[in-house]
């Protein structure tokens, strides 16, 4: 989107560096990149592109609506939520495997001798996968598994499941016959070598976000929202701004309307709590975030006018910890309307 008066400034560099800082802790495994939810926000192609070119070869989706995007990149693509029936046709054209998650998935792949695969095995997340007794009782006898995958519920945390479901995973190794294996997700990937395996597959880490403290000082901002100053107005001491009256000036303020609210993902919990960036001055956010519409305390810097540019302050720890929304909803919650801006 040309124009727009919200944009997102994104950073290839740091973009592929986090991507190969992963595939170093990623030891021998290889690294892939999961790119779902149109890149976590950041744009899916785009990031696809960058990362292919850095030597990623190995990319996640959700759904098959994601594929048909990405399928001019020549680029390896597997679809998390397997294959229903309405999907059969693309699956079909072999521009991404499926991930088999159902019985029923296993059996309709069967049945219409779809070729190589993956599957997901639940080793204890009670989300999606087949189960480990189905696997060891044959389930998967007669399929071309080329990744054989499970999740991990827990390894942002130093928690006894982990352990669990690894040794779990692990013990499927000489059952099937699979090319390769893949548990880590970003978090996963800092719980050591022995959860690496074959393939690891980060999200969360490749767009600036820290799971685990292992990652403070090795991944690095991606995603900075910046937006327009829309009109900027003086508010006498004892006046109040935005929705509900929830703010008050102490005193006399100088106060800018920024271009952007929770339409576009900037959400209601950074009201009063969140903050944009001008020369590295720290301006507040004053009251509630509207849906289109944000007030910032500009008293700091007099030149700041009607059609300048300020970023928000969104390094994502941080601003997590000030919205109450996690790190993955703040990247993956950015609107359409922003222009995405690589450089």
């Not at 399928?71 to 597997?78: D, E, F, K, M």
């Not at 699956?91 to 049945?111: D, I």
Request: charged letters at 20%; hydrophobic letters at 45%.
């Amino acid at each position: 989107m040309t124009n727009a008066p919200s944009r997102l400034s994104l950073d290839s560099t740091a973009l592929v560096s986090n991507w190969r800082a992963l595939a170093t802790l990623s030891g021998s495994a290889a690294c892939g990149a999961a790119i779902k939810a149109d890149g976590y926000g950041l744009g899916a192609v785009e990031v696809a592109k960058r990362l292919a070119d850095a030597g990623c070869r190995d990319f996640f989706v959700a759904t098959w609506a994601e594929v048909a995007p990405l399928t001019a990149l020549g680029v390896q693509v597997s679809v998390f939520h397997g294959v229903r029936e309405e999907d059969m046709a693309l699956a079909g054209e072999g521009y991404a495997r499926p991930v088999l998650n159902t019985q029923g998935q296993v059996a309709r792949w069967k049945q219409r001798n779809g070729g190589p695969c993956d599957v997901m095995v639940d080793t204890g997340m009670n989300r999606l996968g087949v189960s480990v007794d189905d696997v060891m009782a044959g389930l998967l006898d007669g399929l071309q598994v080329e990744t054989l995958m499970s999740h991990l519920a827990c390894a942002d945390d130093d928690h006894a499941m982990n352990e669990r479901q690894r040794a779990s995973f692990a013990g499927l190794a000489e059952r099937i016959a699979a090319r390769r294996m893949s548990l880590a997700n970003s978090a996963g990937i800092a719980l050591g070598a022995s959860y690496a395996f074959d393939l690891t597959r980060p999200g969360l880490a490749l767009y600036g976000g820290i799971p685990r403290p292992e990652f403070a000082g090795v991944i690095r901002q991606v995603v900075t929202p910046e937006a327009q100053i829309l009109q900027r107005r003086r508010v006498p001491a004892g006046a109040s701004i935005g929705y509900n009256a929830t703010f008050t000036t102490p005193t006399d303020l100088e106060v800018a309307i920024l271009n952007l609210g929770y339409a576009d993902g900037y959400f209601r919990g950074f009201s009063s709590r969140g903050s944009a960036l001008s020369m590295d001055v720290r301006l507040p956010v004053l009251g509630r975030v509207s849906m289109d519409l944000v007030a910032i305390d500009v008293s700091a810097l007099p030149a700041l006018t009607e059609g300048d540019w300020v970023a928000l302050d969104y390094a994502l720890p941080p601003a997590a910890a000030a919205s109450g929304m996690s790190q993955y909803e703040l990247l993956t919650g950015l609107g359409n309307r922003y222009q995405r801006r690589w450089q």
